[in-house]
């Protein structure tokens, strides 16, 4: 499979623990996205990765929440001390840049990882 | 981005041709038109995308007016697979960071 991974796909957890999510993002994909999604509404943006710089932070994306990519690979975001409003599923996209002046338009989105903070 | 207005759901008789409406009358020269669609359980899926002339590829056609203000994206030929929502999104070029609405809940009736 050749497409975007994420793990875990299924997280559940208590109130106040730290919980870390993976994305594999399609191989040669430079830039990757993390975006939230509550029951009925559609994805938000919360950060966006250029290779291995964090160029963009949504207001959403509170001290709380940090995301990584150490390599320009695979990303990490990580929600420390999670609150019960945290439960949503947390989806991975990647896409090509190409050039400056050239991107694909289209963001290849992985199948999420949901949590629920009880 | 532009701010984007769909029905909140939409039938479509299977086989039939399901189009799907979008307004965006405050979208600029350098925006592009995208839709996506979700189905239930999955991560959203890339349709198509268009800036001002008419595109069509292997899923969907995308109908863009010629003030740019609205657009349709045309299933040729629903399935029951094709039961998802569809988002319709404007964004600038270059910037993938997309808002999506809440789209439009599209069944395909048997």
């Known amino acids: 499979d050749t497409g975007v991974s994420q793990n875990p796909r299924h997280k559940i957890t208590k109130r106040g623990q730290n919980v870390t999510f993976r994305c594999d993002p399609i191989s040669e994909h430079n830039r ?3 975006y939230r999604q509550t029951l009925g509404q559609g994805p938000e943006f919360l950060t966006y990765f ?3 710089a964090q160029l963009e932070k949504s207001r959403l994306l509170s001290d709380r929440f940090s995301a990584e990519r150490p390599k320009g690979s695979f990303s990490t975001l990580e929600i420390q001390r999670t609150e019960q409003g ?3 599923m ?5 896409s090509l840049e190409i050039s400056s002046t050239r991107v694909t338009g289209e963001l ?4 999420g990882s949901r949590l629920t903070v009880l | ?25 405050t979208i600029s020269g350098n925006e592009y038109v995208y839709w996506y669609r979700q189905i239930h359980s999955q991560g959203p899926q890339y349709i198509i ?9 292997e899923m969907a056609s995308l109908i863009i007016t010629e003030d740019r203000k609205s657009s349709t994206l045309i299933l040729p030929h629903a399935t029951l697979r094709d039961t998802a929502v569809y988002y319709c999104i404007v964004s600038g070029f270059g910037n993938e960071k997309l808002t999506f609405g809440t789209g439009t809940r599209l069944t395909i009736i048997p």
Do not use: I, V
């Open chain 1, 32 to 34: 990757l996205y993390w």
């Open chain 1, 50 to 52: 250029q290779n291995e």
């Open chain 1, 86 to 88: 945290d439960s949503a």
């Open chain 1, 90 to 94: 947390y989806l991975c996209a990647s």
């Open chain 1, 108 to 111: 290849f989105f992985g199948e």
């Open chain 2, 1 to 25: 981005d532009a701010k984007t207005t769909q029905p909140t759901s939409m039938d479509c008789a299977e086989g039939r041709a399901a189009n799907l409406p979008c307004n965006h009358s």
């Open chain 2, 49 to 57: 995308h268009g800036l001002k002339n008419n595109e069509t590829n």
